[in-house]
């Protein structure tokens, strides 16, 4: 079983929402943190938003504020990202990540040393 496995992925038109689910039950340890990052056409890969064990340990890119919500289930050890009126330029491979510790000090992918495959999310009219 792979350590972290992303789903949610999909096709929608600007404005609309997706959830995006990194299943981390494949992780040898309960005490993590997970990122979710997304490499774009434009852009290299770049944190989206990061969470501890604890929610109140949450970040988020400033092109996602208001419109992106991290959120965790740790008995199922589930980690989702519902995003919100949704941009073209939000269009990219979402990865989710996770690095040992229970705490993330920088939502930067240098820090999480743990990958999933990447799930698509493309917006377009």
């Known amino acids: 079983q792979l350590p972290l496995v992303e789903s949610g992925g999909g096709s929608v038109q600007p404005g609309g929402s997706l959830r995006l689910s990194c299943d981390a039950s494949g992780f040898a340890s309960d005490h993590y943190a997970i990122g979710w990052f997304r490499q774009t056409l434009t852009k290299e890969r770049e944190g989206v938003s990061c969470v501890g064990a604890n929610v109140d340990n949450a970040d988020y890119a400033e092109s996602v504020k208001g419109r992106f919500t991290i959120s965790t289930d740790n008995a199922k050890k589930m980690t989702y990202l519902q995003m919100n009126d949704l941009k073209i330029e939000d269009t990219g491979v979402y990865y989710c990540?996770?690095?040992?510790?229970?705490?993330?000090?920088?939502?930067?992918?240098?820090?999480?040393?743990?990958w999933g495959r990447g799930t698509q999310v493309t917006v377009s009219s």
């Open positions: 990540a996770a690095k040992w510790g229970s705490y993330f000090r920088n939502c930067e992918e240098n820090d999480f040393a743990f």
